[in-house]
């Protein structure tokens, strides 16, 4: 029960409190280093219960505590570092970053799935994968606070606050773009309800359909170390997808929702052949993984990109952990409800919910409009409604 409520509970507070507290009254770059600090204080309690405290309770409650103080730094972390991204980032490489910067976790979670793979061959030890694991966050932390140092306060949090002084001071730090760009000016046809709405259908079929080949499927075929192996070919395709940063500002980005969605959910087509067949092929598992992430990615970027350009500067963070809130918590509710599903059901709810996406983006291609090289407050804008004409007085 209490490994339930840190695996499902601390991410959720996590994700919800300290995007509010960036919005409200910390800013993005404090917040920024706050949720770094966490996940690696956690990190470190973590490697020092498992050398120094005997296995038992204690180190188990120890264990937890410090897992859970990750999970709410990592989960808060999140919102926030796309707000800062959005408000930071030059509009003619904005959509790039997006992608780009959120990627590292791809390619941070492939690098730690080979090495826990390597220390598990060599050793065959748990404990032994969770102390490299642990360590290599440690050292990835130490380079990611210096960076994080060095960033500049979002100009646009603090003229959004009133201080103003500040904000300038900021902008003469950050500098002007050396190339001069037009910037579009958008008039939002959706409300803020209709794209909360499309936004959490999208991340509903990112949050429920990621993790299905790695982390549901390969438990049905891969036993111990080669769960690792199926891991890494996963997120070495989650990490590849970094590829649409190639030609992202090149397609109306609806067009590229729609495309996105498509992909993933004939990705899944594949995978249901090979349940059904019933083959039992390790390296078409591994290929089959590497390809359904590859594509399911893209629907991810699509939602990192929308997100922090689709909400308002004063609650930005907030309400994309409030997206990200309400998809974590129907994947938590969903583990118990398919926990009875045999493969292919799997398989079948990862391209209903894929459809559930696409839906979404057909919708935005009929009602919501291209993101590119468009000014962040007017993309962010609430719809103007038109006041009717008042009769002057003769």
Request: aromatic letters at 12%; charged letters at 15%.
């Amino acid at each position: 029960m209490a490994y339930i409520v840190v695996v499902a509970a601390t991410p959720l507070i996590g994700d919800l409190l300290l995007s509010w507290l960036s919005d409200r009254i910390l800013g993005r770059k404090r917040t920024y280093l706050i949720t770094m600090s966490l996940y690696g204080v956690g990190s470190l309690i973590i490697v020092l219960d498992l050398l120094l405290v005997p296995k038992g309770l204690a180190q188990m409650v120890t264990f937890l505590f410090a897992y859970g103080l990750s999970l709410f730094g990592v989960e808060g972390e999140v919102p926030i570092g796309l707000a800062l991204l959005a408000e930071l980032s030059p509009v003619k490489h904005r959509e790039k970053t997006l992608i780009l910067s959120p990627n590292f976790e791809n390619i941070g979670a492939a690098a730690a799935a080979a090495l826990a793979y390597a220390v598990y061959s060599y050793r065959n030890s748990y404990v032994l994968d969770a102390l490299a694991v642990a360590a290599m966050a440690i050292v990835g932390l130490a380079a990611a606070i210096v960076l994080r140092l060095l960033m500049p306060e979002s100009v646009r949090w603090l003229m959004a606050h009133g201080r103003t002084r500040e904000a300038e001071g900021e902008a003469e730090r950050v500098g002007r773009e050396l190339e001069q760009v037009q910037v579009v000016s958008e008039s939002p046809r959706v409300g803020l309800g209709g794209r909360f709405t499309v936004l959490t259908l999208w991340s509903l079929a990112n949050y429920l359909t990621w993790g299905l080949m790695a982390f549901v499927l390969a438990d049905y075929y891969f036993t111990g170390g080669a769960l690792y192996l199926v891991m890494f070919f996963a997120n070495l395709g989650a990490s590849a997808a970094a590829a649409a940063a190639l030609f992202v500002d090149r397609l109306d980005l609806r067009d590229f929702t729609i495309l996105s969605f498509s992909l993933a959910l004939l990705s899944f087509a594949p995978v249901l052949a090979y349940v059904l067949l019933g083959l039992r092929s390790a390296p078409l598992f591994y290929g089959l993984t590497f390809a359904n992430l590859f594509f399911v990615t893209f629907t991810w970027w699509v939602r990192t990109i929308h997100e922090p350009l689709l909400f308002p500067t004063q609650r930005r963070a907030f309400l994309i952990g409030s997206v990200r809130a309400i998809a974590m918590s129907a994947y938590t509710a969903s583990t118990y409800l398919t926990a009875s599903f045999p493969e292919w059901a799997f398989v079948v709810y990862g391209m209903a919910f894929q459809g559930l996406g696409l839906a979404g983006a057909v919708w935005w291609r009929l009602r919501g409009y291209d993101v590119r090289m468009r000014g962040l407050e007017s993309l962010s804008a609430s719809v103007r409604v038109p006041r009717p004409a008042t009769a002057r007085a003769p």
